[in-house]
């Protein structure tokens, strides 16, 4: 789980910045007009033994069922505080990472998401010293934030969870969809 506060932290995450699933769209397509869609892997943050954590094994899964092949991070094999730093390590140094994972925020914002171009810094909420991860990020915010994190979490509805791990997957493959779109039709023009 990500850390998720006022734009003083290091993260740069605040709730002001909290948009919607439609709106991830958008952030998908201007990642994908900026980089070639071979040039990125996804991170998805996580375990699939804490409902409100399984935010990104699950938005794993799904982008593998999209047909993402570039993915660490899902139910089968989760990507978290004990494997994280090799998972990293094994990413060549010209891709670009998008990093998913799960946040607890403010109760006006459940449901809602966190884009940003810049890293995410897993396992800070719940005092983890792990290292930032992403050229671009993605932080659900899953439930509200409170005083025992671990607590909140394994209270987090599961439903809530799988419907913001598929809004992320689909948000995914309408902006890969869009920009292969977008390139077939250049290419007719230029016939």
């Known amino acids: 789980m990500s850390k998720f506060t006022p734009p003083t932290s290091r993260s740069g995450m ?14 998908f397509k201007q990642i994908y007009t900026k980089h070639k869609e071979e040039e990125i892997t996804f991170v998805c943050i996580g ?10 094994p699950l938005t794993g899964t799904y982008l593998c069922d999209h047909g993402f092949t570039r993915v660490i991070g899902t139910l089968s094999s989760p990507c978290d505080a004990t494997n994280l730093e090799s998972y990293l390590a094994e ?26 171009s810049t890293a995410l810094f897993p396992g800070q909420s719940v005092k983890g010293q792990l290292p930032p991860v992403g050229n671009y990020s993605i932080a659900g915010i899953v439930n509200k934030n409170g005083p025992r994190p671990y607590s909140i979490l394994q209270m987090t509805s599961l439903f809530q ?4 791990a598929a809004q992320i997957a689909d948000a995914a493959k309408a902006g890969v969809d869009y920009t292969r779109m977008s390139q077939v039709n250049e290419s007719a023009a230029k016939v």
């Open 47 to 56: 375990t699939d033994r804490s409902t409100g954590d399984a935010l990104g």
């Open 14 to 27: 605040s709730v002001g910045n909290a948009v919607t699933a439609d709106q991830l769209v958008s952030f």
């Open 161 to 164: 969870v799988m419907n913001m």
């Open 91 to 116: 990413i060549p140094p010209n891709q670009i990472v998008i990093a998913i994972d799960a946040c607890l925020g403010d109760a006006a914002n459940i449901g809602r998401f966190i884009s940003k």
